[in-house]
């Protein structure tokens, strides 16, 4: 579009530059044809001629096709030039409105793109984040369910600890109580050892009495 504009412009520079020259060829023709008019009107009616004998005469013959014809002429062909460089001038202003119209359409579309393409980026901006910020909220979550099973596996093994230490104090109260059991076994079959000791003294001591009661009476 640009390089058709640019010959548009320089042909319609160049046909009004030619339509200038064909009207100072054409001026250039004129005078010269007015003075040679002139000249051979002044030299009849130097010769007794009258003015208009000479003009009646003259007119068709010479001034027609020394003056009227280059006029016709060459002012045609200028004011043809200028009329096409004009047709010219005026299809360029109107391709180049139409190139503005054009460039701003595309500037539009242009800037349309690129808030579209910027919207698409915040967009992938902020899903980004979003996502960023889900994975870190996934993270503390993780963490926080390995503390708290951490705590809980800290709290079983208090409990089997805890488990632990009251089976080992149940089976030392046991093994007292077994203990004083078997003591209390052992002191009841010494003492009734010692009541049967004592039974078999006071039974000696009847039969030594009996025996000495005996010996007495025979």
Known sequence: ????????????????????????????YILSGIYSFFTTINGYVSQGYATSEVLMYLLPSQFLPTVIEPLAIFGGFALLLFGVSEVLSRLNADDNET???????????????????????????????????????????????????????????????????????????????????????????????DEEDNLDKTLDKEDKSSDNDDEHDE
């Not at 042909?11 to 250039?28: D, E, N, Q």
Request: overall charge negative; cysteine-free.
């Open 1 to 28: 579009m640009e390089t058709k504009n640019k010959k548009k412009k320089i042909t319609s520079k160049s046909l009004r530059v030619y339509a200038i020259i064909f009207l100072v060829v054409g001026a250039v």
């Open 99 to 193: 190139v503005d119209e054009q460039e701003v359409a595309e500037e539009i579309k242009e800037t349309e793109e690129t808030e579209v393409i910027e919207d698409a980026q915040e967009e992938i901006k902020d899903e980004e984040a979003n996502v960023n910020e889900d994975t870190k909220d996934a993270k503390d979550n993780e963490e926080v369910i390995e503390d708290d099973s951490l705590e809980e596996n800290v709290e079983t093994a208090d409990e089997e600890t805890n488990e632990d230490v009251v089976e080992t104090e149940s089976e030392e109260t046991k093994e007292v109580a077994a203990d004083t059991e078997s003591e209390g076994s052992i002191d009841e079959s010494t003492e009734e050892m």
